[in-house]
Nanobody, 120 residues
Framework: QVQLVESGGGLVQAGDSLRLTCAASGRTGAMAWFRQAPGKERDFVARIRWSTGSTGYADSVKGRFTISKDNTKNAVYLQMNSLKPEDTAVYYC????????????????WGQGTQVTVSS
């Protein structure tokens, strides 16, 4: 069982930056960030492999968001720059046994989510 706790969300203006943190009680193959806006499905944002640090991103955030990890702290981060109103959502940290999937159904463990609101 892996417990995940997100933090770092908040209300910002368009163009601002935020850094989300996911503290994990253990490690699996991969960690990822997803987001869900009201009335919409949960969408993949970024993922990282614990062992190698390999990363992957959704097209909508490439060049603006960066996922990283700290092995000593069992933590994963999401640095979000140049935020846009369409980035407004609840952001979830998730853990999966392997790195290959970007589908929510393949992630076994989930955090409680942290709200990110970007005003125009």
């Amino acid at each position: 069982q892996v417990q995940l706790v997100e933090s770092g969300g908040g209300l910002v203006q368009a163009g601002d930056s935020l850094r989300l943190t996911c503290a994990a009680s253990g490690r699996t193959g991969a960690m990822a960030w997803f987001r869900q806006a009201p009335g919409k499905e949960r969408d993949f944002v970024a993922r990282i492999r614990w062992s190698t640090g390999s990363t992957g991103y959704a097209d909508s955030v490439k060049g603006r968001f960066t996922i990283s990890k700290d092995n000593t702290k069992n933590a994963v981060y999401l640095q979000m720059n140049s935020l846009k109103p369409e980035d407004t959502a609840v952001y979830y940290c998730a853990a999966a046994p392997n790195f290959s999937s970007t589908l929510p159904r393949d992630y076994q463990y989930w955090g409680q989510g942290t709200q990110v609101t970007v005003s125009s």
